[in-house]
C-alpha cells in the first residue's frame, strides 16, 4: 500500500521549495499530488502544474459527487478561494504521493486514510525570514496584491500556532532558518526512514 507524504508549513516557509526538490530529486518516486483551487492563476502558473484552477460552481459540482477529500475556504480581500484534494487523482494501490496542505488538511487525510499511509512534514520558518520572502514573491507579480500577503501572512500565524501544531501527531518538524540544503538533508532523512 502507497503513502502520503504531506508537506505543510505557512506561506513563504519554504515548503514549495522543498516540495520542488523532492520531486525534481526523485530518490523516493512520489507521484505530484496536484490540489483543486478557485484563486486566481499567478504569472508562470499553468492549468495541472501547480494546480488544477477551476471555478467555484466546478468545486460544488465535484462536493455533490462525494469525490473531494479535504477542502478549505479563505476569505481574501477578494473573495472567499479553496483549495481542495479530490479522491480522483490518488491511487494508493501502486504508488507513492508527495503534496502540500495545511494542519486542518492534514485531520482530513486521516480521517479518510489510515494514519499509517500519511506522512506529515511540517516546515517551520521564522516570521522575519517568512515576511521577507512573501514581500520579494510580491514585488515579482504583475499585480502585487499585498493585502492579501498580509492577510495570508497574519491567519497563518494562527492556523501555524505552537497550540495548533502540539494538538497534532507530525511525523516530523523541520527547521527551514538556513539553506535549503539544510532543509533538504532533514527531510530526506524522514523519507529515508518512513518510505
Same mark, same amino acid.
Given at each position: ?10 506561506? =513563504? ?19 505530484? %499530488? ?6 486566481? &492563476? +499567478?504569472?508562470? $502558473? ?9 471555478? $467555484?460552481?466546478? %468545486?460544488?459540482?465535484?462536493?455533490? $459527487?462525494? &469525490?473531494?477529500?479535504?477542502? +478549505? ?26 503534496? %502540500? ?9 486521516? &480521517?479518510?486514510?489510515?494514519? &499509517?499511509?500519511?506522512? =506529515?512534514? #511540517? ?11 512573501? #514581500? ?12 492579501? /500577503? ?33 532543509? /533538504? ?6 523519507? =529515508?526512514?518512513? #518510505?
Amino acid at each position: 500500500m502507497g503513502k502520503i507524504v504531506l508537506l505543510m508549513g505557512p506561506s =513563504s516557509s519554504g515548503k514549495d521549495s522543498i516540495y520542488q526538490r523532492i520531486l525534481t530529486e526523485n530518490h523516493f518516486a512520489l507521484q505530484k %499530488m496536484i490540489m483543486y483551487t478557485t484563486r486566481p &492563476k +499567478r504569472i508562470h $502558473e499553468k492549468q495541472g502544474r501547480e494546480y488544477y484552477f477551476c471555478t $467555484e460552481e466546478e %468545486m460544488i459540482q465535484l462536493a455533490q $459527487e462525494k &469525490k473531494i477529500i479535504e477542502a +478549505r475556504k479563505y476569505d481574501t480581500v477578494y473573495g472567499p478561494w479553496y483549495y481542495f484534494t479530490t479522491m480522483e487523482n490518488i491511487h494508493l494501490e501502486t504508488q507513492n504521493y508527495l503534496g %502540500m496542505n495545511t494542519l486542518v488538511g492534514l485531520d482530513n487525510y486521516l &480521517k479518510y486514510y489510515d494514519p &499509517k499511509n500519511i506522512i =506529515s512534514i #511540517l516546515i517551520q520558518t521564522e516570521d522575519r525570514i517568512r515576511l521577507t520572502r512573501a #514581500l520579494e514573491r510580491e514585488n515579482g507579480q504583475e499585480n502585487p496584491k499585498y493585502d492579501e /500577503m498580509c492577510r495570508r501572512f497574519l491567519a497563518d500565524s494562527v492556523d501555524f500556532s505552537k497550540e495548533n501544531i502540539q494538538k497534532r501527531k507530525i511525523t516530523a518538524i523541520i527547521d527551514n532558518n538556513g539553506t535549503l540544503e539544510e532543509s /533538504m538533508e532533514q527531510v530526506n532523512k524522514v523519507l =529515508s526512514l518512513h #518510505l
